[in-house]
């Protein structure tokens, strides 16, 4: 049970590794989805938002952590 | 079965740079289980993940298919983004000394370690153990080959490049591996990783972005502007990382 429990620990941490980081992906792409959704003329908006979102949750979360 | 000839080639590279890095983690495992334990328990471990894998591969392939484009694109465009950012921004913080880079030889060290401590405990279960370490092993590394597989093709018929460049790594590596019997710790790994985390992070924006219906200008070739883009950002966030750390060096 607790080789279970260590596979299924590694296989999420294959994609968390750094909580706020994941969380920061997964609130950058709901708003780009809300946005997808509310301007549908408009879609490279919430492209913009994505792709600008991302670079920018990247940036700051390596600042931080150099900052601890 | 083709792509655009825009995405085989980054996709290629992708999967063989990536396929790589998990390949040489996967072969320090278990060159230390068989420098420990002997060959026997290091290849049936391997062999057990190499099977598993297969029928991992064998099951999920086709219920691929029947998951609509969109939502194909989306799931595995978050799922990529989740990965490949966590990759660039362990390899960013390395770059810049924030953390420690990763060292084969020293992994292969802490497992041997591991299990000799495992062989003064309890020597009748060791082969068992060390049979174990070599199956999680290519398990988990061999699942990171797969996802990277199975996301960079996305329903864009890459199947076909994605696997070969993951193959030709993984054999690359086998074969080395076989010959030198060490780690193979010359591998310059953070190098390797900052590239695939710049390419999956930009492979994973245009995903999540044609799942969400963006109809990208540049079609395919957007994803070489969002990796140069990610690329300008991770060398500018080690940058910024260095300077302050200059400062105080005599």
Redesign the interface.
């Known amino acids: 049970m607790s080789a279970l429990a260590t596979v299924l620990r590694e296989l999420v941490g294959l994609f968390v590794d750094d909580g706020a980081l994941a969380l920061a992906i997964v609130a950058i792409v709901a708003l780009a989805g809300i946005m997808a959704t509310l301007l549908p003329g408009a879609p490279l908006v919430a492209g913009a938002a994505l792709l600008f979102g991302c670079l920018g949750a990247l940036l700051v979360n390596a600042a931080r952590a150099g900052r601890r | 079965m083709t792509g655009s000839l825009a995405l085989i080639w980054p996709a290629m590279a992708a999967a063989f740079l990536a396929s790589l890095v998990e390949a040489v983690e996967a072969l320090t495992i278990v060159l230390a289980v068989a420098t420990v334990r002997g060959w026997r328990p290091a290849g049936l471990g391997a062999f057990a993940g190499l099977s598993v894998l297969a029928v991992i591969v064998t099951a999920l392939g086709p219920l691929l298919g029947q998951v609509p484009l969109h939502l194909l694109q989306l799931v595995i465009g978050?799922?990529l983004?989740?990965?490949g950012?966590?990759w660039?921004?362990?390899a960013?913080?390395r770059a810049?000394g924030?953390i420690p880079l990763h060292d084969e030889a020293t992994a292969f060290a802490a497992e041997t370690a591991e299990l000799r401590e495992q062989a003064r405990r309890s020597e009748a279960r060791l082969d068992w153990l060390a049979a174990?370490a070599s199956f999680?092993a290519v398990?988990?590394e061999g699942?990171?080959v797969v996802?990277i597989v199975i996301a960079l093709s996305a329903g864009r018929g890459m199947l076909l490049p994605a696997s070969a460049g993951a193959l030709a790594a993984c054999l690359l590596v086998a074969g080395l591996g076989f010959i030198v019997h060490r780690p193979l710790a010359r591998v310059p790994e953070n190098t390797l990783k900052f590239a695939v985390g710049v390419m999956l992070?930009a492979f994973?924006?245009f995903w999540?972005?044609e799942g969400?219906?963006?109809?990208?200008?540049g079609a395919d070739l957007t994803i070489v502007g969002?990796a140069v883009?990610?690329l300008a950002?991770?060398g500018?966030?080690v940058a910024?990382?260095r300077w302050p750390r200059a400062e105080v060096l005599p």
């Open positions: 978050i799922l983004l989740l990965f950012m966590r660039l921004r362990k960013i913080l810049a924030v174990l999680k398990l988990l699942l990171e996802f992070s994973g924006v999540t972005g969400l219906g963006v109809d990208w200008p969002f883009l990610f950002i991770s500018a966030a910024m990382l």
